[in-house]
């Protein structure tokens, strides 16, 4: 069963950082628990390196790491935003929070718990979203 893509754009608050990212019209998305994004409200969208595009203020962009360093978090150095980041668990692809893209009145959005607080114990559920669909 094929699944039909398009590109959506988003950004940051301020319009800095602008990107694309290519969503079929039904999508999965993680509300996480974890320190992190408890904190900021990021609801995951994962997808593979080839399905996104940093289209404007690469320049703009400054990185937070923790903990073992490999998440690469990304904010907009003028309004502070995350609006994407290369995450631990799929560390060949993007996580794109739901909440920037400019519209989702077309997307069938499925937003699923994800239990982040149990990062160890959890994180493989997630690797596979980074993956083209077979």
């Not at 999508?27 to 992190?36: F, L």
């Not at 990304?74 to 980041?85: D, E, H, I, P, T």
């Not at 009145?105 to 994180?123: H, K, M």
């Amino acid at each position: 069963m094929s699944q039909d893509f398009s590109w959506r754009t988003g950004g940051c608050h301020c319009g800095a950082v602008r990107f694309e990212i290519e969503l079929p019209a039904r999508v999965g998305a993680h509300r996480c628990n974890c320190s992190m994004c408890a904190k900021v409200g990021f609801v995951h969208v994962i997808v593979p390196e080839n399905r996104f595009r940093l289209v404007q203020g690469g320049e703009r962009l400054t990185e937070y790491t923790f903990n073992t360093g490999v998440a690469k978090h990304l904010f907009c150095s003028a309004c502070g935003v995350k609006s994407f980041y290369r995450p631990r668990s799929n560390p060949d692809g993007w996580s794109i929070n739901a909440r920037c893209l400019d519209s989702t009145d077309d997307l069938d959005l499925i937003i699923e718990a994800f239990d982040g607080q149990n990062w160890e114990a959890n994180a493989a559920s997630l690797s596979h979203l980074s993956k083209e669909p077979a």
